[in-house]
């Protein structure tokens, strides 16, 4: 079984819904990530959190919110999805610097 | 913000061929990764770096961590056709912040 394993995989939505993406891991680690891949511009980080009880800004959050319901479960959220979170989404987890990725999200927001 | 010049953006090489890649920053890093990302998959970690001048191989994949701690290199040795994907360095700058900056991806084709 996967180690990061994200929920859906794929996703087509209209614009102005509430989206959510699931992220469980089995690995034990107390830090996850969460990072949007556009082509060409590489990996970008949205929110992450350092513990059940820690949120932080990445450096793309606008549009986006995060909850962290237990340490195995990180969700983001896109409150009213648009064209242009159209992308790739990404969960990872580290118990320090290395960090393990799920397999990914394809979202399109038509 | 901090950035990580990676080159090249993408490659296109023959079977047999050896590959180099790189990574350069204007702030000091201090710890390297590289990843590979398969078509429709995320990206697995290769190789960590951890000290500057750390030279480490995995297999046909030999990475460094430059000693001025700006840069890291990955080399790929006899590419097979299963090496083709996208590399991302990342590094990370805070010893107590776990944050990853990523390059931007080498893309990389291999003609059988």
């Known amino acids: 079984d996967a180690d990061v394993t994200q929920t859906p995989r794929n996703r087509i939505t209209k614009t102005g819904k509430r989206i959510m993406l699931e992220c469980s891991q089995t690995k034990g680690h107390d830090r996850m990530y969460w990072y949007r891949q556009d082509p060409g511009l590489g990996l970008r980080l949205i929110y992450y959190s350092f513990d059940v009880k820690d949120i932080n800004k990445g450096e793309i959050s606008d549009g986006y919110s995060v909850s962290r319901q237990a340490q195995a479960k990180f969700s983001l959220s896109l409150e009213s999805a648009i064209p242009n979170q159209t992308a790739l989404y990404f969960c990872?987890?580290?118990?320090?610097?290395?960090?393990?990725f799920g397999p990914g999200t394809r979202l399109t927001v038509l | 913000g901090q950035q990580l010049n990676q080159s090249p953006q993408s490659m296109f090489i023959q079977e047999g061929e050896d590959v180099s890649m790189n990574c350069t920053s204007s702030s000091i890093f201090n710890t390297w990764l590289w990843y590979k990302q398969d078509p429709g998959e995320g990206p697995v970690l290769l190789i960590a770096?951890?000290?500057?001048?750390e030279l480490t191989s995995n297999g046909r994949l030999t990475a460094q961590f430059g000693i001025t701690r700006k840069d890291s290199f990955l080399n790929i040795s006899a590419s097979i056709p299963s090496d083709v994907g996208i590399y991302f360095c990342?590094?990370?700058?805070?010893?107590?912040?776990?944050?990853?900056?990523f390059g931007k991806g080498t893309l990389l084709t291999v003609n059988p």
């Open positions: 990342a590094g990370q700058r805070g010893r107590s912040n776990y944050k990853l900056t």
């Open positions: 990872a987890t580290s118990l320090e610097v290395e960090q393990f």
């Open positions: 770096l951890y000290k500057a001048g």
